[in-house]
């Protein structure tokens, strides 16, 4: 499965991995999944890695996700290849410590 691979203090690494289905394997504990607003992508990280003592990686949403992060794509509810586009936008977007994190705006016009 194509993915991104985030490791504490390192750069982002676009991945082909085998993968089993397990991402607490994957990520050495506890799965959680951070969905992207707007876009059928998401990153898993470890929910426990502070209580853990696993090393910060990146600022996200205003909470530190410590040990390794995994950028996937996620359709009906299952994790998927992420799209070319998605690599190089997240790539590029979590080379950073701290990721901006997009909200929605809605502008309600009169006519």
Request: net charge neutral.
């Amino acid at each position: 499965m194509r993915v991104i691979l985030i490791e504490p203090g390192a750069a982002p690494e676009v991945k082909n991995i085998e993968w089993h289905g397990n991402a607490d394997e994957l990520l050495g504990g506890f799965a959680g999944l951070m969905q992207f607003p707007f876009d059928a992508a998401g990153v898993l990280h470890d929910a426990d890695g502070a209580l853990k003592g696993k090393p910060q990686n990146r600022m996200y949403r205003g909470q530190w996700l410590h040990g390794r992060a995994v950028i996937v794509g996620v359709k009906d509810g299952t994790y998927c290849d992420l799209s070319p586009e998605q690599e190089v936008l997240y790539a590029q977007r979590w080379r950073n410590t701290k990721i901006p994190y997009q909200r929605s705006f809605f502008i309600l016009r009169a006519n």
